[in-house]
Structures are given as structure tokens and as C-alpha cells.
């Protein structure tokens, strides 16, 4: 059993990154023996200084309790992908992502346990329709396999994340991910934790979804995590919104006595 940290969009501020690192207990580029952390992609863009997230998450890297996922924002510079960010990222940290990628340090999920509780981790979290194509997974665990043998739908936008048929990458809370779960008459399989987007607005504490999703929504403003019950289980939002400025007020996830599945 161990402490697994999940961390958030960091979007271009190392410093961010930093202060969480060292609240969990963290020194220098060592984390401690019983802390796991899973940072969830979008290292870059928006922030102001990428390269400086890479560097810092590439000397975390080394430590065999860190997990790298991979966000849009990163899949937009690897081999293949549409630049669509108005500053795009230095020429040197392109080739740092496409060698990450190309060597398996960016990996696109990870799956936890929580005592009974099963978390599928993901960018933007695993919509019904890509949870079908996969086959259907009935455990969290394999669905993170099949997510990380890189299948086509990864990549797959969609109606800019709104349409319930964008990928893992790109799906956006509420339309994409919540709803069409909350409509499935089955046994959801398992939880999920993401980043990329959330159902609510942090700055001025406004709400940006459905009643029936906002019903079943737990927010910890402070935190900055949306916990939406679905079909008995939870889908944990974790983006702490940081924009260019960086959030006043934030915190990681983290999961006592958790372990990582894979």
C-alpha cells in the first residue's frame, strides 16, 4: 500500500508543480518511498515557462514512482498531430515529447485501487462510445492496457471534446463524459480519474453542466477536484484550471493506502 498522488493539467508553470511536489513531501527530484504520482498530460502551453515543466518532470521521471500520462496538448507535437495552440512549444521540447513517446515514459492511463473502488486514469477521462470500442472492459485495469496499446481513438477530437465520440485525450466534462454515462442502463465498470476539463468554473464559482449532473456533484472549491457520482461509482475531476497565471489555491489528489494496477 502506498499514498498515490494525481496531479492535475500543470500547463506551463514548473513552480506550481514544484509547491505541490514538495507539500506531498518531495526532495529535490527524490520523491518519498511510500508516494506514487500520476500527472495526468498537459505539462505545457498556456503557462510561462513549458520547457521549464520538462525539465523538472524529466529528472522526476528517473523515479520509478512517477507516472507521466499524455494530454492533448502534448499529442499535439508528437508525429502525425495538429499544432493548435497559438504559442506553440519550443523546437526543443517537441523532440524532448516525441522522445518520451517514442520510449514509453508518456503513457495515455493508468489504473488505481482504493480499498473496493477501481480508477480508470486518463487525460479527459474515457467516454461510453471509446469504452465500447475498446471492447468494454470490465475491470479498470484493462482498460488502461488497452488504452496504452495507443488505438486510433486517442487522437480523436471530435466536436472540439463536446461530442460524446471524442477520445481520452479530448473528451470534455459534462456532454462528453458525464451525461452519456449517466444515461447508460448497465453496470458502469469503474471509476475514473481526469484532468483537461471540469463541470464548473473555479475563479468565480459558477457551474457549467446540466442540473442532473450538478445534483450528483461534490466540488472542494479550495482543492480544486469535482467529485460527480455516476452510476454508483466516481468520476474525480482533478484540472486545476491554471490558466496563464496559475491558480491561487490547489491541491493534488491524493489516495491513501491505494496501489497502482497499471
Known amino acids: 500500500m502506498t499514498r498515490i498522488a494525481v496531479i492535475g493539467d500543470v500547463g506551463g508553470h514548473p513552480d506550481q508543480l514544484r509547491r505541490a511536489l514538495d507539500d506531498l513531501g518531495a526532495r529535490g527530484d527524490r520523491l518519498p518511498a511510500d508516494l506514487t504520482v500520476i500527472q495526468v498530460g498537459d505539462l505545457v502551453d498556456r503557462g510561462p515557462d513549458s520547457l521549464g515543466a520538462l525539465d523538472l518532470v524529466e529528472r522526476l521521471a528517473r523515479d520509478p514512482g512517477w507516472v507521466q500520462l499524455t494530454g492533448n496538448h502534448e499529442a499535439q507535437y508528437l508525429e502525425g498531430g495538429t499544432v493548435f495552440t497559438r504559442e506553440p512549444l519550443a523546437d526543443a521540447g517537441v523532440r524532448r515529447l516525441r ?50 496499446a495507443r488505438p486510433a481513438l486517442i487522437g480523436r477530437e471530435g466536436d472540439h ?102
Do not use: K
Not at 493508468?110 to 475491470?139: I, K, M, N, Q, Y
Not at 460524446?164 to 469503474?190: I, N
Open 99 to 148: 522522445e518520451w513517446w517514442a520510449t514509453g515514459l508518456l503513457r495515455v492511463a493508468a489504473a488505481v485501487r482504493v480499498g473496493d473502488e477501481d480508477f480508470l486514469v486518463c487525460h479527459a477521462g474515457l467516454t461510453l462510445r471509446c469504452w465500447r470500442e475498446l471492447g468494454e472492459p470490465s475491470a479498470a485495469a484493462d482498460a488502461a492496457a488497452a488504452l496504452n
Open 161 to 262: 471534446g463536446r461530442d460524446p465520440a471524442s477520445g481520452p485525450l479530448w473528451a470534455e466534462s459534462g456532454a462528453a463524459l458525464h451525461e452519456p454515462w449517466m444515461g447508460y442502463a448497465g453496470v458502469v465498470p469503474f471509476g475514473q480519474i481526469h484532468g483537461h476539463s471540469t463541470v464548473v468554473r473555479f475563479r468565480d464559482r459558477t457551474w457549467h453542466c446540466e442540473g442532473r449532473i450538478r445534483n450528483r456533484a461534490q466540488v472542494d472549491w479550495e482543492s480544486r477536484h469535482v467529485r460527480v457520482r455516476v452510476g454508483g461509482r466516481r468520476f474525480i475531476g482533478v484540472d486545476p484550471g491554471h490558466g496563464r497565471t496559475g491558480a491561487e489555491s490547489w491541491r493534488p489528489l491524493v489516495l491513501a493506502d491505494a496501489i497502482l494496477l497499471g
